[in-house]
């Protein structure tokens, strides 16, 4: 899709830590795991990543005006020590949102290593969504879209961007995108329908799904009972794993102080869903929270925040009520927007925000642990991270870890 004509590079300043992680990771007494930081091209901020089966790195980043941004797309092929010239994922200047942290990009490789993007639309981005019949219809906010693009066949380049709500309206927390490699393509929000309740009990989680690697879409339909409401300022995540299952994390809303993480997984690339409670937060407020999914030895693992911490599991997608959380070590300090990397011989980095805030990116710190959840070597830390941002980790193809900040 992008030839080798296009592939020109810049140089990005490393950073080499080295975690000792003492047994459990493999046949050896020691391993280490390099743990090398990245800063995301250009100054952007809010980083999703993925790697492909080759090797490839992708990323999307945004910039410009919080309230109203671009998305941009890079590649690398050096495990981000150079990365292709930016381009632009939206196809409306300015129609991306990072302010709020949680309603920016996500990004999913299908089929063929296809990148598809998902995003809140701005105020002002077109084409817009449905539109709320219990709000002004000038209201700018009304009608806010979930948009989708992927990069088209002949590259380097982006499709025009495409809105996908057409009967759900009231779009707030981010929204995610998933893919397998059978040309499924997965689409996920939260929002209200015409017959829902008011406020966030009436909110639910919404799929719309493709089955042509993203070409067209279905009209989008209730994943899960719709009964818990959900938590209108923070964001879900989809996953699709290589088995074909779907995963969502989301947080609840129930009675507006219950917003619990419930977990959906579908073993029917998403006809049908069976649905978990995960962990339990007695709030009166909204924590603008992320959740996180990766795969790797040994399967799926989930990771989501609750109160000051943050936490990961694996998810046994037939019983996936039973999980056992794994918490990030020490007392949470307004730990935030977790992510996780595992690699081939299940070792897993856990990374998170520390003391993060409204406009307040904090700064990075992670964990190694093994594959049986147990933490190994020192505690990870960082640097400061921009407002409206996190970080992103990834799984090189010699074992160790990428984190973009």
Known sequence: MIDGRWRITRAVSFLFLILFLPGGLGAGPDRTTEVTLVGVPGGGIQPQAAVD??????VVYYGGDPRGGDLFYVRSEDDGRTFSLPIRVNSQPGSAVATGTIRGAQIALGAGGRVHVVWNGAVGAAPKGALDPDRAADDPHNGLP?????????????????????????????????ADGAGNVYVVWHARGRDSAPGESGRGVWLAVSRDGGQSFSQEVPAGSQSSGACGCCGLRAFADSGGRVYALYRTARELVHRDVHLLVSADTGHSFREAGVDTWNVAACPMSAMSFT?????????????QQVYFAAIDPSSPGTLEPVSAPGPGNRRKYPGLARGPSGQTIFLWS??????TGGSLAWQAFDRDGIPVGARGVGPEVPGWSFGAVVVRGDGGFTVLY
């Open 295 to 307: 795969e790797g030895a040994g399967g799926v693992l989930g990771a989501w925040q609750t109160g």
């Open 53 to 58: 089966g080759e090797g490839t790195l992708h």
């Open 354 to 359: 520390e003391n993060a805030a409204w406009k």
């Open 146 to 178: 979930m948009l989708y693009s992927r990069l088209d066949d002949a590259g380097p380049g982006f499709e025009p961007q495409r809105g996908l709500m057409k009967r759900t309206f009231g779009l707030d927390g981010g929204g995610s995108v998933a």
